[in-house]
């Protein structure tokens, strides 16, 4: 396949073969008419940068610069973000590792486009790589990863991710690249057709690259109830209103009123799951009456990760504890100093979540069987965190939960919050017999209070394979 060299072609050549390369020495640099170039592009989320910012003089794309029948540039490196919209937004950090070409003057494209994961600073192999990609004389181009997968040591969930992937993308007029990807998540049965990819030139700062062709989001915070637009609520499942959704939750209360202000714990279910279901396998809901305290059980909207927990930005999941915090706040007597939050899988990992977001609300979480899946963050208060999970055999849809668990314990402990572990060895699970330590451990912290109620040792009620951590 043949594309015509146009002057934008002849832009995006330069500044592909020259973007690491070639150093504005203060000569007089001119992209051949600059501005009409941005025209010619014709996309408003594309910027076109200052021609100082490439480095690319009218000379190096002279016809004479390329009349080789093979020219191939020095490999670009990119850090490359994609904004994977349907998981919440969450940004997937990688390295790409581009090899322009141009054959017999007139042909562009990539020799090669590869993959490599980041972690922690590190980089891994290459994982995923498709070759001779053209660049059309729009400067647009599409490159199928196929069968590609993500090794679990860099990968967010701990585990391997299957994916198939199309880049359709846009060489901007600084010389990177952004557009869409859409595709699959094998691993996850999940079908994006809405994220975005952006680029930076790689450099080893570790700074977070674009996920998109915009530079800047800006993100729609979403309004919260106050206590005047609150619903009446009864035992059992109710409804309020929370950005603009029509929300569920499960309510279960003591059997008798008390004037004494009542502690409340909001219990989150897992992964296609429900609050029915979780309070089935977990029976929590017999200890309401003995241990006289609210048990709220929402209900999600069935996004991939359950719960919308993978970036700090605002979203309709964290407006729902909001609006129930609210509620529950106005409608009962509750302890301010005892609201605790527990749950199962991704509702354990939204547990985590929300003890990083909302500190000055919970005076201690119970994630069983979970960890975090955002980068953690160190938040105002230092939450106290009981971290359960079920040994090796502690796995879920294909993702290994006894990994995310100590991961999570060495984020903890690195930002000195108290930690009890248990390792029950009973695999992805809440059994009954579980209630009462957890019920304990919760019980014990208030918000303000003593954070490290067992410093001097647990209690006979847990058993021996609880620990308490030292931060």
């Known amino acids: 396949m043949h594309i015509r060299r146009t002057p934008l072609i002849s832009y995006v050549l330069g500044a592909l073969l020259c973007l690491t390369a070639c150093v504005d020495d203060g000569a007089d640099i001119d992209l051949l008419g600059g501005s009409t170039h941005a025209d010619a592009v014709g996309d408003s989320h594309l910027d076109a940068r200052s021609s100082s910012d490439a480095g690319v003089t009218r000379d190096m794309l002279s016809d004479g610069a390329v009349a080789h029948e093979r020219m191939v540039g020095e490999p670009v490196l990119y850090s490359l973000g994609i904004e994977l919209v349907e998981l919440g937004g969450f940004l997937l950090s990688l390295q790409l590792d581009t090899v322009p070409i141009l054959e017999s003057g007139e042909r562009v494209a990539f020799e090669r486009l590869s993959l490599r994961a980041v972690k922690d600073g590190l980089v891994s192999e290459i994982f995923a790589e498709v070759s001779d990609v053209d660049i059309l ?72 690259p674009p996920g998109g062709c915009m530079d800047t989001e800006l993100m729609e915070n979403c309004p919260r109830l106050i206590a005047e637009d609150c619903p009446d609520v009864l035992a059992g499942f109710n409804t309020l209103q929370s950005c603009g959704l029509e929300r569920r939750f499960k309510l279960i209360l003591p059997e008798t009123e008390s004037d004494t202000a009542l502690p409340i714990i909001f219990m989150w279910h897992g992964l296609t799951s429900n609050p029915d279901r979780l309070l089935e396998l977990n029976q929590l809901a017999l200890e309401v009456p003995m241990r006289n305290f609210i048990l709220v059980a929402p209900e999600s909207r069935g996004l991939p990760v359950e719960w919308e927990q993978l970036t700090t930005g605002d979203n309709p999941d964290l407006a729902f504890f909001d609006d129930l915090h609210t509620c529950m706040s106005t409608r009962f007597n509750l302890d301010a100093e005892r609201v605790y939050s527990a749950g199962l899988s991704a509702g354990a990992m939204w547990t985590s979540y929300l003890a990083l977001m909302r500190p000055e609300i919970f005076a201690a979480v119970a994630p069983m069987s979970g960890g975090l899946i955002m980068d953690y963050f160190v938040p105002s208060r230092a939450v106290p965190f009981l971290v359960s999970w079920g040994g090796s055999d502690d796995m879920s849809n294909g993702q290994n939960f006894e990994t995310f668990a100590q991961d999570l314990i060495m984020e903890l402990r690195g930002g000195e919050h108290p930690v009890v572990t248990c390792n029950h060895g009973e695999g992805h699970a809440w059994n009954p017999p579980f209630n009462p330590w957890v019920l304990d451990y919760l019980f014990a912290h208030t918000l303000s209070g003593n954070e490290r109620p067992f410093e001097d040792g647990l209690s006979a009620v847990f058993p021996d394979y609880c620990v308490r951590q030292s931060p």
């Open 137 to 208: 004389d729009d400067a647009r181009f599409v490159a199928d990863f196929a069968e590609s997968t993500l090794p679990a040591a860099f990968s967010p969930t701990g585990s391997d991710v299957e994916f198939e992937l199309r880049f359709e993308g846009r060489i901007r007029m600084d010389g990177t690249l952004c557009g869409v990807v859409t595709g699959e998540i094998t691993t996850l049965e999940q079908e994006l057709t809405m994220s975005t990819f952006g680029t930076r030139v790689w450099d080893e700062s570790g700074s977070q």
